[in-house]
């Protein structure tokens, strides 16, 4: 087979032709197949006349979505004049020698070649990477989507983008492939599944440089709450629902899926996720966050997908560089408040708009998840030793309130799963404040130290920290108090990178009251949290490992007693 081989930096070869002289005319768009046309209208006798495509188009077999929705349908492959897959809004080609720890290419080759007609006509084959046909598919859907957001908002990258398969890793991803400064998307293909083929991906992968042009940076921030990873959600949530627009599905990746052992896909939209509850589990599954509240929002009848499409471009076009959940939010009623004062929605939906955004938290989102109101799910802890001791807190802080008459409160680590490497945590406890940190540069990354707090225990494994009256710290009734999470290194050598899954709960006892654990139901503790997700927690008796220490701190510390 003959190829192509793509030097750096190729850009569209052609554009979209001028004007045509004739009857009156009226440029349409259509979302799909994607184009544009010309169409001649009789205005006098109301009728249609002809419709011309605006731009030059090949043809190609491609998936409409996936292999799991259909079979494969011969479509134009518009913007192509040539025998390049390249057009105004990208071109694509094959990895050839993948280095997956630099994200590297030895060589970027188009395999596909246009027969005599000038088509690209080949048929799928998900386990070689010698694929042509995955160029085609990536080529009609990147064109897809880049001409919707052309049409629709006016933002077209500054070049055309390029899109790359046969990357050898089983993962997508948007970004500067070998550092060169230029950023393109990433397929990989693994085990017969090649993530080009699964339309949901390449529109989230599209998603991301959407963000990405519009100045909105991925990568995590930090602040007096620790460390915060919602730009980064914020970038995985808005991709999705980028994805969703085009599909009008909830369910994201359900053939990519297959690839991670995941057959029912690999997000779901419909899972209503809220903050802050859901900050801290990972990136993608934070996301949800924001997911799920565009899919409700597209799901309300009374609003709708293009709708929503409005609202999602315009509040992300408004956030800065490094947007948190609160801005995520106030965006969305500014964007809402602005539609309606253009005239473009009405009183009910600008409502429905925000209702919406309170129900799921997202409107006022803070970083402080109340335990009195139940027990946490599963949240991410990880460290890095190399880094000297690089510790990471949680984005998350949680607080209790001790009202008048209470003897006791319980902040419970229930589970604490270590994933990989040794690993450890550090229970930071400040009394009427969140507990504060300080960003400190480190010689990778900055680390976050809490500088504020009253008392510290470290230790690995469940384990149970309790204030009572005559301990040490004393508990002081009518207040609240908040607990800070961070990973912990235990002395075990040769751990470079540590990982674990963590879940935490707390209660509150009075003198009318005694400290119900999560599987004594029905005694009646009128200031307990609610049990765990995902099962029972663990009992007092497996609280291992605890090492603990309490001392007064000068740097801010309130001094105890």
């Known amino acids: 087979m003959g190829s192509r081989r793509r030097e750096a930096g190729p850009h569209a070869s052609g554009a979209p032709r001028g004007n045509r002289p004739g009857p009156p005319e009226l440029a349409v768009h259509r979302r799909s197949p994607a184009g544009a046309w010309h169409v001649f209208v009789d205005a006098h006798a109301e009728r249609f006349l002809r419709a011309d495509s605006l731009w030059n188009a090949a043809r190609g077999r491609v998936y409409l979505e996936s292999p799991l929705h259909g079979g494969v349908t011969t479509l134009e492959l518009p913007g192509i004049d040539?025998?390049?897959?390249?057009?105004?809004?990208?071109?694509?080609?094959?990895?050839?020698?993948?280095?997956?720890?630099?994200?590297?290419?030895?060589?970027?080759?188009?395999?596909?070649?246009?027969?005599?007609?000038?088509?690209?006509?080949?048929?799928?084959?998900p386990e070689s990477f010698d694929d042509p046909f995955a160029e085609a598919q990536l080529y009609y859907h990147l064109a897809l989507i880049s001409r919707w957001f052309d049409t629709e908002y006016g933002f077209v990258h500054d070049e055309p983008l390029p899109g790359i398969v046969a990357f050898d890793v089983a993962n997508a991803f948007f970004g500067d492939l070998g550092g060169d400064g230029r950023y393109e998307i990433v397929f990989g293909k693994t085990e017969g599944i090649d993530l080009a083929y699964d339309a949901d991906v390449v529109y989230h992968e599209f998603g991301h440089s959407v963000l990405h042009g519009l100045g909105i940076d991925s990568g995590p921030i930090a602040d007096e709450y620790g460390f915060d990873r919602a730009p980064r959600a914020l970038h995985e949530g808005s991709s999705d629902l980028i994805a969703v627009?085009?599909?009008?599905?909830?369910?994201?990746?359900?053939?990519?899926?297959?690839?991670?052992?995941?057959?029912?896909?690999?997000?779901?939209?419909?899972?209503?996720?809220?903050?802050?509850?859901?900050?801290?589990?990972?990136?993608?599954?934070?996301?949800?966050?924001?997911?799920?509240?565009?899919?409700?929002?597209?799901?309300?009848?009374?609003?709708?997908?293009?709708?929503?499409?409005?609202?999602?471009?315009?509040?992300?076009?408004?956030?800065?560089?490094?947007?948190?959940?609160?801005?995520?939010?106030?965006?969305?009623?500014?964007?809402?408040?602005?539609?309606?004062?253009?005239?473009?929605?009405?009183?009910?939906?600008?409502?429905?708009?925000?209702?919406?955004?309170?129900?799921?938290?997202?409107?006022?989102?803070?970083?402080?998840?109340?335990?009195?109101?139940?027990?946490?799910?599963?949240?991410?802890?990880?460290?890095?030793?190399?880094?000297?001791?690089?510790?990471?807190?949680?984005?998350?802080?949680?607080?209790?309130?001790?009202?008048?008459?209470a003897t006791s409160v319980d902040f419970r680590l229930d589970d604490f799963f270590v994933a990989a490497g040794a690993l450890g945590w550090k229970i930071f406890m400040r009394r009427g404040e969140h507990v504060v940190f300080e960003t400190v540069d480190g010689p990778t990354y900055p680390h976050h130290e809490p500088v504020i707090y009253d008392d510290v225990v470290n230790g690995s494994g469940p384990y149970q920290y309790q204030l009572r009256l005559a301990g040490d710290p004393p508990l002081e009734p009518d207040a609240t108090y908040y607990f800070a999470l961070t990973s912990w290194e235990p002395p075990v050598e040769g751990e470079e990178f540590g990982v674990a899954l963590v879940s935490v709960s707390g209660y509150v006892q009075d003198e009318a009251t005694r400290v119900l654990w999560p599987e004594e139901e029905g005694s009646g503790c009128a200031g307990c949290g609610g049990s765990i997700s995902g099962g029972a927690a663990a009992p007092a008796v497996l609280l291992v490992l605890m090492i603990s220490v309490r001392r007064r701190f000068p740097r801010g510390g309130r001094p105890v007693p």
């Open 82 to 125: 040539g025998e390049l897959l390249e057009g105004p809004y990208g071109w694509t080609a094959s990895c050839i020698g993948t280095d997956p720890n630099s994200l590297d290419c030895d060589d970027l080759v188009q395999l596909a070649e246009p027969n005599e007609d000038g088509d690209f006509l080949y048929d799928p084959d």
């Open 245 to 405: 627009l085009q599909t009008d599905d909830p369910n994201l990746g359900e053939y990519t899926g297959a690839a991670f052992g995941e057959g029912d896909g690999i997000r779901n939209l419909e899972d209503d996720l809220k903050c802050p509850r859901a900050i801290g589990a990972n990136d993608h599954v934070e996301g949800i966050i924001w997911g799920s509240l565009g899919w409700n929002l597209i799901d309300d009848p009374l609003l709708g997908p293009e709708l929503v499409g409005d609202l999602l471009y315009g509040a992300t076009s408004s956030w800065p560089s490094a947007p948190t959940w609160a801005i995520a939010g106030q965006s969305l009623v500014e964007t809402a408040s602005d539609l309606f004062d253009a005239g473009l929605i009405t009183a009910a939906q600008s409502d429905a708009v925000i209702a919406h955004g309170e129900e799921s938290g997202v409107i006022g989102c803070g970083r402080v998840l109340a335990l009195d109101e139940g027990a946490a799910p599963l949240y991410g802890l990880w460290h890095v030793a190399w880094d000297e001791g690089y510790t990471t807190p949680l984005p998350l802080q949680f607080s209790l309130h001790a009202p008048a008459g």
